[in-house]
């Protein structure tokens, strides 16, 4: 099945949602790794397993910006265009420091 008929099959608000919930373990995954790296209240689990929690959590992100992509009123063009803007001003913040 393709990313497009994801999209059609599931529904905008559907693949909105899901995108959400991917976004949040995600983030979740990398406050975690982030306290092990730091040992600042870590937690018990393993490096090893947190990482393969990254793993996991980046690759469900990953299918849904696949399938995001594909509702029409998303612009890659656009998004490609603030990609490269946000780059750019990352870039310089990191020289200034």
């Known amino acids: 099945m393709t990313f497009r008929e994801i999209l059609e099959q599931t529904g905008e608000a559907a693949v909105l949602e ?4 991917e976004c949040a373990e995600l983030a979740h995954a990398c406050l975690k790794m982030a306290r092990k790296l ?5 937690t018990p689990a393993a490096e ?3 990482c393969e929690s990254i793993h996991e959590e980046l ?4 299918t849904c910006v696949d399938v995001i992509i594909n509702i029409p009123w998303i612009s890659t063009k656009k998004v490609q ?3 490269i803007r946000k780059a750019r001003r990352w870039g ?6």
Do not use: F, H, V
Not at 18 to 21: F, G, K, L, V
Not at 59 to 62: G, N, Q, V
């Open 18 to 21: 899901q995108t959400a919930e």
């Open 38 to 42: 730091r040992a600042e209240s870590p």
């Open 48 to 50: 090893a397993e947190i």
């Open 59 to 62: 690759a469900d992100l990953m």
């Open 81 to 83: 265009e603030i990609q």
């Open 92 to 97: 310089e913040r990191i020289q200034k420091e």
